[in-house]
């Protein structure tokens, strides 16, 4: 009885301890950009697991592709709550996370946009598929001329030599399916379910790209804003739709164009820090010492939300010329 006792006991010892491991292991808030594969949350610096980006100082011709990568992860993360579960830390002592906004992951975001590229030694491959799409689309560095240590000479090709992460996070980890197809209409309806008559949650332009999840009873499901949605499929193509110059809204997409004019914007900032998640030269975040902080002066667009209809007009109008 009193083995059987103790056995009860040590049970209980230990599931109350891989709880408590558990509860370490997993948390969220929100985060800063730091650079384009490693956050802040709480203070706490995090290298995003199973990717790489450009390191500081990487160009491909003019263009600053550490910038562009620690852009483009500031706007998948914006001011959304980042929920992240830890799988180690690295050499520098930063925690080693897979991190998501809401059901996004944060790599396989970034590798479908060709701003970093999948790393197997740590994913076990779960980026490969985002980036053979990414390099097959030409995105983002795939679609420029860069010198050949642009991925500063790393080996990529080498398979896992750590362990594997838990059969749980490599799940959540596979990407999904990479169908894309492109919205015809002018402004196709976003709908929490597959019918006409459910909750309408927004719309998506004219020429937008979206990755399908899933088709059923002509309405393809999509990831909108971080959470699951409906669009009908019969406005849907699976190339690309002429894209027609002229007034905002006809034929172009503004989220798109958003992105271009901060991206221009910040290219023409001759300084370090245009930007509150950019770095300085002693690798701390920008912040407060950035241009976009500082009244007067230079003031680059930082985020496609300060983006106005005037700078849109602008854009469109010099691109016609």
């Known amino acids: 009885m009193r083995k ?24 969220s808030g929100t ?8 956050i802040e949350i709480h203070n706490r610096p995090i290298r ?26 500031a706007e998948a993360i914006a001011q959304r709550l980042v929920s992240c579960t830890q799988t180690g830390e690295d050499a520098h002592g930063r925690a080693v996370a897979v991190c998501r906004v809401g059901q996004r992951d944060l790599g396989d975001y970034m590798v479908s946009l060709g701003w970093a590229r999948d790393w197997p030694r ?57 169908e894309t197809a492109y919205v015809t209409a002018s402004a196709l309806n976003v709908r929490a379910g597959p019918a006409a008559s459910s909750v309408g949650l927004g719309r998506v332009d004219y020429g937008a790209r979206l990755e399908i999840l899933e088709r059923r009873d002509g309405w393809a499901r999509i990831n909108y804003n971080g959470a699951d949605a409906w669009v009908s499929a019969d406005f849907l193509s699976a190339s690309e739709p002429v894209r027609r110059a002229g007034r905002i809204g006809d034929g172009e997409n503004l989220d798109s164009i958003r992105r271009l004019i901060v991206q221009e914007s910040i290219a023409h900032y001759s300084g370090r820090c245009p930007c509150p998640y950019n770095v300085m030269r ?26 106005t209809e005037a700078h849109v007009r602008s854009f469109l109008a010099r691109r016609a010329r």
Not at 10 to 26: D, G, K, N
Not at 33 to 38: A, F, L, P, R
Not at 283 to 295: E, H, L, Q, T, V
């Open 48 to 73: 995003l697991s199973g990717f790489d980006a450009p390191e500081r100082g990487k160009y491909c011709g003019r263009t600053n592709v550490y910038q562009r990568a620690s852009l483009a992860l």
């Open 4 to 27: 059987s006792l103790a056995g009860i006991v040590a049970l209980i010892v230990v599931c109350l301890a891989m709880a408590a491991t558990a509860q370490q292991m997993s948390f």
């Open 122 to 178: 740590y994913s076990n491959g779960a980026y490969a598929q985002a980036e053979a799409a990414a390099r097959r689309d030409r995105l983002g560095i795939w679609g420029m001329e860069c010198p050949s240590d642009v991925w500063s000479n790393r080996d990529y090709e080498t398979a896992a030599v750590e362990p594997p992460t838990p059969a749980a996070t490599m799940s959540a980890l596979q990407p999904t399916s990479r």
């Open 31 to 38: 985060a800063s950009v730091i650079d384009g594969d490693t």
């Open 282 to 307: 002693n690798g701390r975040r920008c912040g407060n010492n950035s241009a976009y902080s500082r009244p007067g002066g230079a003031s680059p667009i930082c985020y496609p939300s300060d983006v």
